[in-house]
């Protein structure tokens, strides 16, 4: 107990004298280590269990604060609360046998205000950005030089300047087209003679007339306003109008005729026993009396009982066809037809007709019926066929007969029984049958039965056997007596193939007379009745022809019967116009006439039309006057023209119109169309296709002469003019793929190839023009140096590059969109280039550039550089003119057109060739701005003023002039787009060293006016000069980081990589990256330079400040402790913290940070006493404190700069300090376990194992080794290996365990077992481990280390997976290498050499040194 009093009473005089010293808390603050005791019968708060710490406390109310320590409640009715007091190291024992004092009691309020201050924390701005590179207002030092490179730089807004002038100026305006370029192409008008005049007006009058057909809707009232309108249009006075309106109604009345397409029938009704029927039909014009029964608006029911005319035969089917035929009027020594007869037994004569008010002759009789015969060959179903299969023999069988009834007197029809049932007016033919011919006669008789058949009043289509829906689609011709009364009568019959139809044709013709007509339709009655062989009836339709418009029908009728108790089905399909055959002398044949005439009325009635519009004639729609089409149907339909015709003579008008009077193309599309549509219908004649040959050859003359003027017929950017040029082209397209034009003009060339050489031409043509233009006075310049000539030549692709943009907007979609697909720019380019480069080639050959002054720019530069900036600049300003840049540039927006050019003809283009002609005006373009760039910055440092900002980083002028500089070259080089890749790279590693060499000669201008500071300059003066330097050396070195992007130097040095057939090496990209790299690293390291003397003046404070952080007392948290090193810095940077730019202040936080770094790493390697733990301990949390105060949060310096080679370094050194020697030991083995996995070398030999875990321990079993390195003097060891499970305290129960020695061998053989008690949860512990290691076992000295293995307890079985071992043989062996360590600086194993007073540190040491390799 003395001991322990007289250490009681030391320890008490210790803590009065470290009280009454009273430091100051910054530097060592007291009273932070737990306390716990006490004294004078007070109680006092416990901290929670376990060890004390020294930066426990407890808060107000009883809650811990970790930070602060613990807190001692005061004793009941003392007047404070006790105080902390200190603890030594490692002698927290002594809490319960010391008592603070008094004094120390009234202080602890005010310490723990001081103690809870935050630490300082840097203040850094967000100061990524940079000043304008380039500033306007600031053109102070370019006036110096006239604006040199502002010459070139403005040199692309001139050129856009001059593109909007040019168009401005130019044809792209917005207007009409001009009265000269419409008399250019003009051709003359159509004028026909008086007398040809006077003979059209005839004709349109006797059209007007002897009009034809029902007029409909309102046709009907421009009937009166007809007459009127042709008077109008051909421009006849009245007295004329008399004259030839009377002879006009002199001529002729025309005769009508009705024209009858049979399309088809449907629906009819199964006569033959098959279920099908042979139908055919009969058909012919009937008279028709206002006071008769037939019903005009509907169809007539055929006589004759339609049950007799069924057939018994086996099958349900009939054999029908048609039979058809005109009866003619009663005449001398012909039959007459059945209106005459009606008329004769009415005892008046029929209704007023123009047969009857005119005689017609035996003659014209014979005549019409020739006409009637032509009629028949020129149909599709009278045609003579050629011989047909028995199935088709049925389609030429043809008889026709009229029913015996039509031929009765009304009062003998109403007398008759029959009326009852509403018969009605029918055809009707039986065939008896007859004895049976041979099948070779009948083929024989059918076959010539078309051109046999001499009847003229009914006709007949051809039968279609076996069907109920026959398609005929067969054209006959009748004509009419009086369209008011006539009507249309058609049979359809089943056709009975028993009965010759030719034998009962022939005795229709045998017929004279009525009486006897009556005579043979009465023999075919009876037959009827006595049941012979017969034809089937199969429904009539009447059509009454006052019902036929001039339009013609086209419809369905349906079918009826011959009573009302007639069942009757389906309809038929019948197409019907009329026409008429003039009997004015003028012979049938000559067709031709007519068309001619219908297509100089169409012209006389356009012209007319278009006379209202005046100037104005492409406003007109195509639309022609309701009177005028009324006239010009009646004439087409009375000269029976056709569709075709009709449409050809339309189009032949329009385009004869369109080259004296232009008309809208879009119209001229329309009617081309209608041709191209009905040109398969039918054929021309001779005459006509030759018209119509005319008519395209002029128009197409005509078109061509427009595409190759269209820049002036169709201008820009009227979009009217661009949708008539798209109507014209479509008419070219549609011409050139139209059959009637190769069938009409068979030699004429590819109308494609005809309108690509009209572009060719065009092109050439406003080339020529605009050549006179802008080339004026090019001949006189190149004597004077040739500015004007390429100014002239500038001009002068802006003017064609704006024809190429006004070809691509407006006329290239027109060209291209057409079945034509010509390449509008793309020709227009390819001419424009080609003459343009021979021009241009053609100057800058005569054209001779200045001798190179390269040598001599580079020479003054170097004589500018080592220039002091006191003296005076010599006066050297080299020539660089501006004209051959306005022709590149010209010549380059020119060339942007190229893509429209397919890639293939790329290379045949000339405008390549012209390039490298301005290589050395780019040369010494670059070599000159060099040496201006230099004089510029030499200005600017001599003029420097500080820039008025209104904030705290500053700058002077001379940083944005210097950055202007190279603003100015970056954009001209933008604005050439040099096209080489391999000049274009020669000329940027040339600006790169002349902009790189610039920069840094502004750096070294600025240290040279920093070195001339005064030496009285105050601190906080020379300060902000510094930071406003540093910061111009920081703009000037961002505008070089930018010439990369803005120079593309990647597009320029990939193409060229690509292209080096090399393909190994430094490669294009990689020499101009270091070129940059260098220039860059070359400012960083000046402007470090210029930084460098603040950090060497903080260096020697910042020692002090760490030598005290390391060495504070062990008490002090490491908060404290690094605090005032904190505020040093804190104050010292907050004037460069302000007024630097980030990468700046970055810079000289990373001196600083290398400086504390250095600093701590000396206290750390200071040979001093043994350090504790504790040192480590503080000295690391103060390197985490100082790290999160450089990198500000987020604000200072990054953490891949904080966390630097020498940053990691330290930690580390200072966590292995800080960590206990068990855990370095077994850091140290999973380091060597690491070390084990990557090995491969067996330098040292090999060893055999196999290893497992079942039942709770762990079997190792180890083989053999092989190749051990021999111990022994006589080349051999003496092996044995000692197996250990580490770490030690997860095996606890487990010691070592070895083999048998072998003696003498290099490869022993051990085969032995071991078996080791562990926990499945050991082996699969993070960290568990075999430890092999092989000795050479010594009888009198120590054994010797012979290589050591490691293997993880984590991957053998039992242990990676959870099921037993049953085979321990049967597992493959592990073949493991020795190991020495190689290195003797390891540096755990320097971390407890440093621990001496630690014996498993020192054995452990000492144990490894044993096992590092000999160096060789």
Not at 48 to 76: E, F
Not at 133 to 158: A, I, K
Not at 386 to 404: D, I, Q, T, Y
Not at 1059 to 1085: C, E, F, I, K, W
Request: hydrophobic share 35%; net charge negative.
């Amino acid at each position: 107990m003395s001991f322990l009093n007289s250490l009681q009473q030391v320890v008490a005089g210790v803590t009065s004298s470290v009280t009454s010293l009273s430091l100051s808390p910054k530097r060592f603050p007291f009273g932070r280590e737990n306390s716990s005791g006490s004294g004078g019968g007070g109680d006092v708060s416990t901290p929670p269990p376990g060890p004390p710490h020294h930066h426990y406390q407890t808060r107000p109310g009883g809650s811990p604060n970790p930070r602060l320590g613990p807190k001692l409640v005061p004793t009941p009715g003392a007047a404070g609360g006790a105080a902390p007091r200190p603890q030594g190291r490692g002698k927290s024992f002594m809490n319960n046998m010391m008592q603070p004092p008094p004094m120390q009691q009234q202080q602890q309020p005010v310490r723990k205000e001081r103690e809870r201050r935050p630490l300082p924390v840097l203040q850094c701005g967000d100061r990524y950005t940079y000043w304008p590179e380039y500033d306007p207002s600031q053109n102070w030092v370019s006036e110096q030089d006239n604006g040199w490179l502002e010459q070139f730089t403005t040199l692309g807004w001139r050129h856009s300047e001059a593109l909007r002038t040019l168009k401005a100026s130019g044809r792209q305006g917005s207007r009409d087209i001009a009265p000269e370029t419409l008399a250019s192409i003009r051709r003359n008008e159509f004028r026909p003679s008086k007398a040809e005049m006077e003979a059209l007006y005839v004709e349109v009058l006797y059209t007007v007339f002897h009009k034809v057909g029902a007029q409909q809707g309102d046709k009907r009232e421009h009937t009166e306003d007809l007459p009127r309108y042709a008077q109008a249009a051909f421009h006849i006075d009245p007295q004329d109008h008399a004259r030839l309106q009377a002879v006009a109604q002199e001529e002729k009345p025309p005769i009508l005729v009705l024209n009858l397409v049979v399309v088809e029938a449907e629906n009819l009704e199964a006569k033959d026993p098959n279920g099908f029927s042979d139908p055919y039909c009969m058909m012919g014009i009937i008279p028709e009396h206002p006071g008769s029964s037939l019903q005009s608006s509907g169809s007539v029911n055929s006589a004759g009982s339609r049950g007799s005319s069924r057939q018994n035969s086996v099958d349900s089917f009939s054999d029908p066809y048609c039979m058809l035929g005109i009866q003619p009027a009663m005449q001398q020594g012909l039959p007459g037809s059945p209106r005459d007869v009606y008329g004769i037994a009415q005892g008046s004569p029929p209704p007023d007709s123009p047969r009857v008010r005119q005689q017609v002759s035996l003659s014209s009789r014979s005549s019409c019926e020739t006409e009637g015969e032509n009629d028949l060959e020129r149909s599709g179903s009278c045609e003579s066929p050629k011989p047909f299969s028995k199935e088709s023999l049925r389609k030429h069988h043809s008889m026709a007969r009229l029913n015996l009834d039509c031929l009765k007197t009304p009062d003998a029809r109403l007398d008759s029984p029959r009326e009852k049932l509403k018969k009605r007016p029918s055809f009707r033919l039986s065939f008896k049958r007859k004895p049976a011919e041979p099948k070779k006669e009948r083929v024989e008789h059918r076959d010539s039965l078309s051109n046999a058949i001499p009847a003229k009043i009914i006709r007949a289509t051809s039968v279609k056997p076996h069907t109920l829906n026959p398609r005929w689609s067969e054209k006959f011709r009748l004509d009419i007596d009086d369209i008011n009364y006539d009507i249309l009568h058609l049979d359809i019959w089943d056709h009975d193939d028993e009965s010759s139809v030719f034998d009962v044709v022939s005795k229709l013709n045998e017929v004279k007379g009525v009486k006897g007509l009556g005579r043979f339709f009465k023999q075919i009655a009876q037959s009827a009745r006595a049941g012979g062989g017969q034809d089937d009836f199969l429904g009539c339709v009447n059509v009454p022809l006052q019902d036929i418009p001039s339009t013609g029908l086209d419809k369905w009728y349906p079918l009826e019967g011959r009573s009302l108790r007639s069942n009757i089905q389906g309809q038929i399909h019948l197409k019907m116009w009329l026409s008429t055959r003039e009997d004015r002398g003028t012979s049938e044949e000559e067709a031709w006439v007519e068309v001619r005439q219908h297509d100089q009325i169409i012209t006389i009635f356009l012209l007319h039309e278009l006379a209202k519009y005046k100037d104005d004639t492409m406003s007109w729609d195509g639309e022609l006057s309701a009177a005028a089409e009324a006239i010009l149907h009646q004439h087409a339909i009375q000269g029976d023209l056709t569709p075709l015709q009709q449409a050809i003579c339309r189009w032949t008008a329009a385009a004869r119109t369109h080259t004296h009077k232009p008309l809208d193309h879009r119209v001229l599309h329309r009617l081309l169309m209608a041709v191209h549509d009905l040109w398969d219908t039918e054929t021309l004649s001779k005459e006509e296709e030759e018209m119509l040959a005319d008519s395209y050859t002029n128009f197409l003359e005509h078109s061509l002469t427009e595409v190759r003027r269209h820049r002036d017929v169709f201008p820009t950017p009227s979009k009217t003019h661009a949708i008539r040029l798209d109507a014209l082209l479509r008419c070219l397209a549609l011409l050139a793929e139209s059959r009637s034009y190769w069938k009409v003009c068979p030699f004429h060339k590819e109308v494609r190839g005809e309108v690509v050489a009209a572009v060719k031409k065009g092109a050439i043509e406003w080339y020529a023009q605009a050549t006179l233009r802008y080339d004026r006075h090019r001949e006189a310049s190149i004597s004077t140096g040739g500015d004007v000539a390429l100014e002239s030549l500038a001009n002068l692709a802006l003017h064609l590059t704006l024809d190429l943009q006004a070809g691509h907007d407006y006329y290239d979609h027109a060209f291209a969109s057409t079945a034509l697909k010509i390449p509008y720019v793309a020709l227009n380019y390819k001419i424009f280039e080609k003459v343009l480069s021979e021009d241009t080639l053609k100057v800058l050959t005569i054209i001779q550039m200045d001798e190179d002054i390269e040598s001599e720019v580079w020479q003054m530069c170097s004589v500018l550089r080592d220039l002091e900036l006191n003296k005076e600049a010599p006066h050297y300003f080299p020539h660089c003119s501006t004209a051959p840049f306005v022709l590149y540039l010209a010549l380059a927006e020119f060339s942007r057109y190229q893509e429209h050019v397919p890639a293939g003809e790329r290379r045949a283009l000339l405008l390549g060739t012209v390039w490298p002609h301005f290589m050395p005006f780019v040369s010494r373009w670059v070599d000159v701005t060099c040496y201006r760039v230099l004089c510029r910055i030499r200005i600017a440092i001599l003029t420097d003023r500080v820039a008025n900002t209104g904030e705290p980083v500053q700058y002077t002028t001379s940083a944005v002039d210097t950055t202007s500089c190279f603003y100015h070259v970056k954009t001209f080089w933008r604005h050439l787009a040099w096209p080489d890749p391999c000049s274009s790279y020669t000329m940027l590693v040339k600006m790169i060293e002349s902009m790189s060499g610039a920069a840094d000669y502004y750096v070294y201008l600025l240290q040279q006016r920093l070195h001339t500071l005064a030496t009285d300059t105050q601190e906080d003066e020379r300060a902000q000069q510094l930071c406003i330097t540093v910061n111009n050396m920081e703009h000037v070195r961002h505008s070089l980081t930018l010439l990369r992007e803005e120079l593309q130097i990647d597009q320029v040095t990939q193409i060229l990589d690509r292209q080096d057939p090399r393909g190994s090496g430094t490669t294009y990209t990689d020499h101009v990256t270091s070129l940059l790299l260098a220039g860059l690293a070359n400012l960083d390291s000046k402007i470090a330079g210029s930084m460098s003397p603040v950090a060497d003046k903080m260096r020697q404070e910042l020692q002090k400040d760490v030598f005290h952080l390391a060495w504070s007392p062990d008490s002090l948290p490491a908060e404290e402790a690094v605090r005032p090193l904190l505020e040093r810095l804190y104050a010292s940077l907050a004037t460069y913290s302000a007024a630097l730019l980030k990468n700046n202040l970055d810079r000289l936080l990373h001196l600083l940070w290398l400086a504390v770094l250095n600093a701590l790493t000396e206290q750390i390697g200071k040979d001093t006493d043994e350090k504790q733990e504790a040192f480590f301990v503080r000295l690391y949390d103060a390197l985490r404190l100082l790290r999160e105060f450089f990198h500000a949060h987020g604000r200072g310096l990054d953490n891949s700069t904080l966390m630097g080679e020498e940053y990691s370094f330290l930690e580390r050194q200072l966590r292995l300090h800080k960590t206990p020697t068990d855990s370095l030991i077994e850091a140290y083995h999973l380091e060597r376990l690491l070390e084990q996995e990557r090995t491969e070398a067996t330098e040292y030999g090999s060893l055999f194992v196999r290893v497992y875990f079942n039942h709770d321990s762990l079997c190792v079993e180890v083989l053999q080794a092989r190749n051990v390195i021999p111990l022994d003097p006589n080349g051999f060891s003496d092996p044995f290996v000692v197996i250990e499970l580490l770490p030690k305290r997860l095996f606890p129960g487990s010691g070592p365990q070895q083999t048998n020695v072998h003696k003498k061998t290099l490869h022993p053989l051990f085969d032995e077992c071991f078996e080791f008690p562990a926990s499945l949860e050991s082996c699969q512990a993070e960290g568990a481990m075999i430890l092999f290691t092989l000795m050479d076992h010594d009888v009198i000295t120590c054994n010797d280390f012979g290589g050591e293995a490691f293997l993880s307890l984590n991957t053998i079985p039992g242990v990676a997976s959870s099921a037993s071992v049953d085979n321990f043989h049967g597992l493959k062996p592990i073949e493991l290498n020795l190991m020495f360590q190689k290195d003797p600086e390891n540096i755990i194993l320097k971390v407890l050499e440093t621990r001496t007073n630690d014996k498993m540190a020192m054995d452990f040491v000492k144990k490894q040194k044993e096992r590092i390799a000999k160096p060789t």
